[in-house]
């Protein structure tokens, strides 16, 4: 009997805002790994490079203005690093915790482009703030560019930011490669970030300025490889809504009408939980005899069981 497949979509909470921080989360994720692996399952990866591109694109652009010698990093080029260098704590520590408990088993890290829709509306109604804060001036010269900036008042700081597009995921170009790995009895970590958005250009590809949100990717990557399970972690052991009180509700095991239901009545945060509810949707929706969970990274084993976390199937 083959063992199922899964595909593990790791959050933000996994890694962290600087580089010492980033290597000690990704051990709990690489735990939450090796015990999926212990379980019998064929794995495969994807992960949020939120905090992680930021930085990039804010380093890229001030090294420009330092330097007029150097061009701004397009965004696609800031994913695709994101990608490499967020592969590369992971993989390690996932190899090691394998090793650890007397696992063999390749790691591998796949650079991936995931195709969209150059007249996908996201285009036209940009949602995801990236970068530093910027002034007036700074912010009007990205409008003169023909970018988008918003103003926005937060605990870190105040002024304008970037925002770009966040559109859906079409295909994923490196799907071969990445069922060539799992066949090959490999673990793979593919389409970080949501995968670096590209536009098909007559046979080219070319990099798009948007950022793909991460959990439709990963539903993509799942109906791609035809997997028989989604595990969508975070800092959480259930998603969260609130009751006709006012208080928070934890949502555990829902049907595919019910969570349809929590999508149409608003009852979902647009930037936090609807993405995720919709992602599982899309996969579940997709095959047949599939499962969706969303819970804590520290409690995956337990939510592959059945035990705990927002289970859709």
Do not use: W
């Not at 905090?51 to 397009?74: C, H, N, W």
């Not at 673990?187 to 098909?200: E, H, K, S, T």
């Amino acid at each position: 009997m083959e063992n199922k497949k899964i595909v593990v979509a790791l959050g933000r909470n996994c890694f962290g805002t600087t580089f010492p921080k980033q290597q000690e989360n990704v051990k709990k994720a690489a735990k939450a790994i090796a015990d999926l692996v212990e379980e019998k399952y064929e794995v495969v990866i994807t992960h949020s490079n939120g905090p992680q591109v930021g930085m990039i694109q804010t380093a890229m652009t001030e090294f420009a203005r330092l330097d007029s010698k150097y061009t701004v990093a397009p965004m696609s080029v800031c994913n695709a690093m994101s990608q490499g260098y967020i592969g590369f704590d992971l993989q390690n520590a996932i190899r090691t915790e394998l090793l650890n408990r007397g696992i063999y088993k390749p790691v591998s890290t796949i650079i991936t482009q995931v195709r969209v829709d150059p007249f996908d509306k996201a285009f036209h109604k940009p949602s995801k703030i990236i970068g530093r804060y910027m002034t007036k001036e700074e912010a009007d010269i990205e409008e003169h560019k023909g970018n988008y900036v918003e103003y926005e008042e937060t605990e870190e700081g105040k002024g304008y930011r970037r925002i770009i597009a966040s559109p859906q995921p079409v295909d994923i170009y490196e799907i071969d490669a990445i069922k060539a790995l799992i066949a090959a009895n490999q673990l793979v970590i593919a389409a970080g970030g949501g995968g670096i958005p590209v536009l098909d250009q007559r046979g080219t590809l070319k990099g798009a300025s948007a950022i793909i949100e991460k959990d439709y990717t990963a539903a993509k990557l799942a109906d791609m490889i035809d997997a028989d399970e989604l595990l969508i972690l975070t800092s959480s052991d259930y998603v969260t809504i609130k009751d006709e009180d006012g208080n928070d509700k934890e949502l555990k095991e829902i049907s595919v009408s019910e969570a349809n239901a929590l999508i149409e009545n608003g009852s979902l945060d647009a930037l936090t939980t609807l993405p995720k509810i919709d992602a599982c949707l899309n996969f579940v929706e997709a095959g047949n005899n599939r499962t969706a969970v969303i819970t804590n990274v520290e409690k995956a084993k337990a939510g592959v069981r059945g035990k705990i976390g927002t289970i859709i199937k």
